[in-house]
């Protein structure tokens, strides 16, 4: 089970609307988990 926000940040940074920087934002608003961090952008957190 993803977080709330998952779908709509994997579907921004996939359609280049939202950079690296961003999706690392999202974790600290809590939107995401840095676990989902690394899934979307295949990046460590």
Do not use: D, L
Request: glycine fraction near 4%; charge should be neutral; hydrophobic fraction near 30%.
């Amino acid at each position: 089970m993803h977080s709330e926000h998952f779908e709509q940040v994997k579907r921004y940074y996939t359609m280049k609307m939202w950079n690296e920087t961003r999706v690392r934002n999202a974790v600290k608003m809590g939107w995401i988990t840095e676990s989902e961090f690394e899934e979307i952008t295949g990046k460590s957190y």
